[in-house]
């Protein structure tokens, strides 16, 4: 495995020369000074060598010292893409939520409008997700980003398989925009949803009344099998055991298989949401590959992938 050293060797050498090139130095001696654009270069360089904790911190000392600079909102801002880095999801949606309340129509705020849904996204909070895309689209006065966020919001109810909302967002999309967005194709990509190959748990549960048979159904054939012959199995035993009237052991044996025969049904059943979950996955990242575009601007972080997962 290899591991690129060339950031963390940008630091030593930033570090170096703040303590020996000049007269602004990050010191705790008081006599020294911060200079404002070699400490927000400092975060920076933590930020781009993937150490989000000490980049938080530099990025927070920077605030500190000069909450008043120019550069505070952008600091602000990569503070909270820090916290989302670093999996802190709640701690940059309060960044990110007093950026949106202190100024809501400046570029850092809308820009922020999306890293709010994504963090909304990652605490599983789907309504807050998409009602912060539609409130920055009708916020906005550019049409250009009113688009990326019908775009970005189509996008997330596709991953939530919210298929009939997803098209109503993707064809508000604007007439000029709709080839670069390639809303043709998503429309017709979202029209083969009914063809996603489905399991009805139902009948699963109604065939593991034969042990496997639901797992056959979903095309588990070992698990069938070895459903099929555990339970045939123990059945075999507990009439054994009836049969040379060892009607205590036959019991035990009986009430064994009754718990196994329980989970033959249920992981019958299981396996047809399984089953339905994965199609659905295979069908959305098909789609996403087949159609998905990268957007500039804060819309969409390079660095963040957007999953959607159902357990069973």
Known sequence: MK????????????????????????????????????????????YDAGDFFRAITEFERFLFFFPDHPKADYARYKTGQAYFQNREYEKALETFNSMVKKDPESGLAFSAYFDLSDCYFMLKDDFNALSVLDQ???RSKDPE?????????????????????????????????????????????????????????????????????????CERKKDALVA???????????????????PALGTVIALVEAGFYAGNIYG??????????????????TLRKSTRISLQGGIESPSVAILYEKSF
Do not use: C
């Not at 775009?151 to 109503?168: H, M, S």
């Open 3 to 46: 591991v690129n050293l060339f950031p963390h060797f940008r630091i030593l050498l930033f570090i170096l020369a703040m303590g020996f090139g000049g007269t602004d130095k990050v010191l705790a001696d008081s006599s020294k000074t911060i200079e404002p654009g070699r400490q927000l270069e400092f975060a920076e360089l933590y």
């Open 136 to 138: 920055a689209a009708k």
């Open 268 to 285: 019958g059943i299981s396996s047809a949401h399984k089953y339905n979950d994965r199609k659905t996955v295979d069908f959305i990242d």
């Open 228 to 246: 099929f012959l555990l339970n045939g199995g123990l059945i075999w035993a507990a009439a054994e055991a009836f049969h040379n009237e060892s």
């Open 145 to 217: 980003y009113q688009d990326k966020a019908r775009y970005r919001a189509g996008w997330l109810l596709v991953e939530t398989r919210q298929w009939n909302e997803a098209r109503l967002f993707f064809d508000r999309i604007r007439d000029n925009n709709r080839t670069r967005y390639r809303v043709t194709d998503l429309l017709a990509g979202l029209s083969e949803v009914k063809n996603i190959p489905q399991k009805n748990p139902s009948i699963a549960g109604a065939l593991s009344v034969i042990p496997g048979g639901g797992y056959l159904y």
